[in-house]
Nanobody, 123 residues
């Protein structure tokens, strides 16, 4: 099975930056989606950003557009999420995911999930 491991989380002040990394245990897919989701306490897990592997198309939640950037290395084994101008409302556990679904923001599009990395933004 594919194993995904997130890293790079931490605590920052509002306005700061973090870069999350998702490392896959093997080549993922030549097509399909890789994405970042987040879940704050008491809230649903929500899609933050995704990249369509075959075409490198990217998708973002409205709340992070212009602040976050998703990218994937050429080997398709490492995915990044550059997060700038962080806000307290970005505080959550961040998960990476991979799958063959077609709707990037739906959890059902993903077959594999990492264990998560915590991001905490203080005001």
């Amino acid at each position: 099975p594919l194993v995904l491991v997130e890293s790079g989380g931490g605590s920052v002040q509002a306005g700061g930056s973090l870069r999350l990394t998702c490392t896959a245990s093997r080549y993922t897919y030549s097509k399909g989606l890789m994405a970042w989701f987040r879940q704050a306490p008491g809230q649903e897990r929500e899609g933050v950003a995704a990249i369509y592997i075959g075409q490198s198309w990217t998708y973002y939640a409205d709340s992070v557009k212009g602040r976050f950037t998703i990218s994937l290395d050429n080997a398709k084994t490492t995915m990044y999420l550059q997060m700038n101008n962080l806000k307290p409302e970005d505080t959550a556990m961040y998960y990476c995911a991979a799958g063959l679904g077609t709707t990037w923001s739906r959890r059902e599009s993903y077959n594999y999930w990492g264990q998560g990395t915590q991001v905490t933004v203080s005001s």
